[in-house]
């Protein structure tokens, strides 16, 4: 039959050709968006900065690599003692002791929110709910 | 003929959906008796053109293919890869969620894991990843991949003659991947190798010879309608008057010769010829013709290249007669064929007029390209217009439900006209459940040219699932007749009933429109086409 | 179960690469698995998902054969499915849209039983809907989620759907549901494959292994975020040196980072050439995306070729005398 003679020609065309690009490009575009979105502009790396006080103290409670990853579970585990277990005071391991708070003890140091805790926050979207009380007020009295 | 169990409760036995331990590619095919049709007649064959003809049998372990029987098939696999986008498209993206698994028929009947549709996919895929894909060529077995052999090969054949095409899988799936289109392409390749089944083989040889499938020759064609003139006269006493090759006529009308042929499907034609001169009076002008004598098309299963030249007599015949459109009879696969391909196939149709009702005035605006028009169109309209006078009660014998079968359901999209009729015509009509009818019905079994004798249990198997509806309403409403509007219904539901639901006839939709159309001049009407005596009638 | 258990131990060994490699070679290990593996399986799935969407649209549709799951628009009096067996260029993106984003022909599952009488029910079987939607929403919402990491600003909406994600406002840091929504979602697909006997029987190798893949990922996400806790600034810093086309290696983000990155690398790698491309397919069925009115408009097929018929006046031919003799009509005495 006539079956083969027709089919060469057409080898390498594309039918719906308008529909098919049309949606292979929203594709694309949509899944470049992070590349389009930043415009090949490396973004800043925030960089936290200490205050004066903090710089003097050298060290946090912790070292800087796990206050950097476990900050948020250290102060909730210190809300959890201190509302429930009117345990205000925490010892670290080299026995120096704290207090439990973060707006009295974390923030007198860190007094700079804006430099120093928002910095990564937003750069990492993160919105922590301790704002929600303890808003911009370093000092409570 | 097979050895079908007498009792149709051991063919429920041994039923078993889940599928054994053993990996389906270490099951080897077995054809059994029962579950496969004939091989083709080389003479039909070579009438057809189509080549490899020779006797053969599938039992033997010889099938006298071609040396490079291989080759064939991997090039003609390409090559129906490069055309049908559907086909390449339905090869890459099954997930094989199983959504399909038990929603055909046959494996419904017969548990078979093979017939569940993503398996019988799967057949073809694995040799398609072997042959087709960079993974399956690297990773061969653990990626799904297997060779082509001979095998392999009685397997595709087994179960793709198990497939009736009825799409019902396709509805379920997620990606709508249809198994009937995967099955077409595997019949085109059997037939390149000269694989077909007789009944099917033989069908589409007469078909292109005669004219229909049934190879009624021209003077035979007319000497059998003019037999259903003299049945009418006997039973109305009206003559009625049809015309053959009538130039002149404004209305071609094509349906399927099955119903010229056998029972209950005559009882639909004499329905026809009643509906068409009740309309005369009213300025319908309509002829019959012994050159299109086949609504159905054979072909369809066969390849997409028969199904055109088999189908193309009809708009050759609507062009040589001068008529404005044709009209076509009850019947399923033809309607997928004509709905979804003929005008694509052997259009465009520009010397037809866009079908008009000359009785009601109504444009056909859905066929206004194909200029095709089904007799449950016409006739919903008819009715919808008052334009048919109609005794109701004449059918009060019967409590009726409505098999849709599947290529007008999930081919075209046809509910609502036939049951308009039915609920206008008679006054007991009771729906089977509904994941069985609409676009969720299953197949009468027999669909796709596997109508055959031989294969017995496949049919009974594959009809369960229906039938079992069917037995639902005739429990539940005492049903006792079942309406259809496809004529392969009309031949394969009467033993099907009988298996399962024994006391459930089998009906068109036309003959129960036939029976209650007050002719004009009709005596007193005491019988209905079938001769039973009408409610009230009874002696 | 050999299919099963060779893609678990895939899926572990390429674990086990990542992790003892970014944790003991240091940083040409990380540099591989952080940047340059990652910008490789990015390559390979752009290209790759185009190659392939452009390798079907070389395929033509020959014929227009949606499955019609509905009425269709015939007399003005019968009310068509417009969606289920749409007509118009609108009614094909609504059953679109249904399809991919709600799965639409899914929702039909039903399990077929078989039981004494005999008597074949089909009940409504919902779950593999409902898996395969949270499957795909949590899947979605994680990934938009994860832009945090690779913009900057960080758009509102990502804040937003975070927010939203996070609604429980359980532990520190929250627990955010779409990725254990995920990963319950992609357990209950692994678990019906390997215990339901008829999708066991059909399944291969690629079914397993994608789903242990993404197992895989969400669960070293979840680790990440609540248990072996990273620098989530360092792996920001990364993920934007990437997007920016500065790619750095940010001092000690951790082992489990870059397994969960070369997982996600895997997976995008391996996308084009597997069943995952039923992303794309889905676009491009035949059976969904086109409209239901094949009577009304021609579909044209483009290898449409003349074929062999057996024409009228062959008929006459042959059946001349008998159809004289039956009186019908003949073109020629």
């Known amino acids: 039959m006539s079956q083969n003679n027709h089919h060469d020609k057409e080898e390498k065309k594309m039918y719906n050709k308008g529909e098919v690009i049309t949606g292979l490009v929203l594709f694309a575009v949509i899944f470049a968006f992070p590349f389009w979105y930043n415009m090949g502009k490396a973004a800043p790396v925030p960089e936290p900065v200490l205050t004066e006080q903090a710089k003097a103290a050298k060290e946090c409670i912790k070292p800087k690599a796990l206050m950097k990853t476990d900050h948020m579970q250290i102060l909730n585990d210190w809300r959890n003692s201190v509302a429930r277990d009117r345990n205000r005071i925490y010892v670290n391991s080299s026995n120096k002791e704290f207090d439990m708070s973060l707006s009295n003890n974390c923030l007198d140091c860190h007094s700079n929110k804006a430099e120093f805790c928002d910095k990564c926050h937003t750069y990492a979207s993160v919105s922590p709910y301790c704002w929600d009380c303890h808003i911009d007020k370093p000092k409570e009295k | 003929m097979s050895d079908l169990p007498k009792n149709s409760n051991e063919l429920i036995e041994k039923i078993d959906y889940n599928p054994s331990k053993k990996g389906w590619m270490d099951v080897p095919v077995e054809i059994r008796k029962g579950m496969y049709c004939y091989a083709s007649n080389p003479k039909s064959v070579e009438y057809i053109g189509l080549p490899n003809a020779r006797p053969w049998n599938p039992l033997d372990d010889d099938w006298k293919l071609p040396v490079n029987w291989k080759e064939i098939v991997h090039n003609a696999f390409k090559e129906r890869l490069d055309r049908f986008r559907s086909f390449k498209v339905f090869m890459d993206i099954c997930v094989r969620c199983g959504a399909c698994a038990d929603k055909c028929h046959f494996f419904i009947g017969t548990g078979d894991p093979k017939n569940m549709p993503v398996l019988r996919a799967e057949l073809l895929r694995s040799v398609y990843r072997n042959d087709f894909t960079t993974a399956g060529k690297i990773f061969g077995k653990v990626a799904g991949a297997r060779e082509l052999t001979m095998d392999v090969l009685k397997e595709w054949w087994y179960y793709f003659f198990q497939c009736t095409e009825c799409r019902r899988c396709s509805v379920f799936c997620p990606y709508g991947i249809d198994t009937a289109e995967i099955t077409i392409m595997a019949r085109e390749i059997f037939n390149l190798l000269g694989l077909n089944i007789d009944w099917i083989a033989t069908p589409t040889a007469n078909c292109y010879r005669t004219g229909n499938h049934l190879g009624i020759q021209p003077h035979a064609f007319k000497e059998m309608i003019e037999f259903f003139v003299d049945d009418i006269e006997e039973k109305t006493g009206v003559v009625v008057e049809p015309s053959f090759n009538r130039k002149g006529a404004d209305i071609l009308f094509i349906t399927p010769s099955g119903d010229v042929f056998a029972d209950p499907g005559t009882y639909t034609a004499m329905g026809y010829l009643m509906l068409f001169h009740y309309l005369k009076e009213q300025g319908l002008n309509v002829t019959w013709s012994t050159y299109a004598s086949e609504g159905g098309n054979f072909g369809f299963f066969t390849s997409h290249e028969l199904m055109k030249r088999l189908n193309a007599k009809m708009y050759a015949e609507a062009k040589r007669l001068g008529v404005k459109w044709i009209l076509g009879g009850e019947c399923g696969h033809m309607w997928r064929v004509i709905n979804q391909y003929m005008d694509t196939m052997n259009g465009p149709a520009d010397f037809l007029e866009d079908p008009v009702s000359p009785i009601t005035g109504t444009k056909f605006e859905n066929a206004k390209s194909t200029k095709m028009v089904h007799i449950s169109e016409f006739t919903a309209d008819l009715i919808y217009h008052g334009k048919l006078k109609l005794d109701k009660s004449r059918n009060d014998n019967l409590k009726v439900t409505f098999h849709d079968s599947c290529n007008t359901s999930r081919g075209m999209g046809m509910f609502d006209e036939p049951r308009y009729i039915i609920n206008n015509v008679c006054n007991h009509f009771y729906e089977m459940p509904k994941n069985t009818i609409r676009e969720q019905t299953f197949c009468c079994g027999s669909g796709s040219g596997l109508n055959a004798g031989e294969d017995m249990e496949l049919r009974m198997c594959g009809g369960l699932p229906r039938a079992n509806a069917v037995k639902y309403v005739h429990e539940k409403f005492g049903v006792n007749m079942l309406a259809c509007v496809c004529a392969i219904d009309r031949a394969a539901l009467p033993p099907l009933m009988d298996y399962w639901v024994p006391g459930v006839g089998v009906t068109g939709i036309t003959e129960m429109v036939a029976n209650a159309l007050i002719m004009p001049g009709e005596k007193e009407r005491t019988v209905n086409l079938r001769d039973e005596p009408l409610p009230g009638m009874e002696e | ?333």
């Open chain 3, 1 to 333: 179960m050999i299919k099963c258990m060779f893609s678990l131990t895939v899926v572990i060994i390429l674990a086990v690469l990542a992790f003892v490699g970014a944790e003991t070679a240091g940083f040409k290990a990380q540099f591989l698995f952080g940047i340059a593996i990652p910008y490789a399986a990015l390559l390979i799935f752009v290209i790759g998902v185009l190659n392939r969407v452009i390798g079907w649209a070389r395929s033509p549709v020959p014929f227009a054969i949606p499955s019609t799951c509905g009425q269709q628009k015939s007399l003005p009096w019968i009310k068509p499915a417009n969606l289920d067996n749409p007509t118009t260029t609108g009614g094909v993106f609504g059953r679109m849209f249904l399809e991919v984003f709600l799965f639409r022909s899914l929702f039909r599952n039903t399990k077929t039983q078989l039981s004494e009488g005999p008597k074949i029910s089909f009940n409504l079987e919902i779950f593999l809907w409902l898996a395969a939607i949270a499957f795909h929403a949590s899947f979605f919402t994680v990934l938009a989620r994860h832009l945090r990491l690779f913009t900057e600003p960080v758009p509102s909406v990502i804040q937003l759907l975070e927010k939203v994600d996070g609604m429980l406002q359980v532990g520190v840091p929250g627990i955010l549901l779409s990725g254990f929504v995920l990963l319950a979602a992609v357990s209950y697909l692994l678990l019906r494959r390997i215990i339901e006997p008829q999708v066991n029987y059909i399944s291969l190798t690629q079914d397993y292994f994608p789903l242990f893949l993404i197992i895989g990922i969400a669960a070293s996400g979840i680790l990440m975020r609540h248990i072996f806790k990273i620098d989530v600034i360092g792996a920001k810093q990364l993920a934007m040196g990437l997007v920016t086309f500065h790619p750095t290696i940010p001092e000690g983000i951790g082992g489990i980072f870059y397994v969960h990155v070369f997982f996600v690398s895997v997976l995008l790698a391996y996308f084009p050439f597997s069943k995952l491309m039923h992303m794309g397919g889905i676009f491009m069925s035949p059976t969904r995306n086109l409209p239901g009115n094949t009577r009304a408009v021609r579909h044209v097929n483009p290898w449409n070729y003349p074929v062999h018929t057996h024409t009228y006046e062959e008929y006459e031919e042959e059946f001349r005398g008998k159809m004289i003799e039956a009186g019908l009509p003949v073109e020629k005495e």
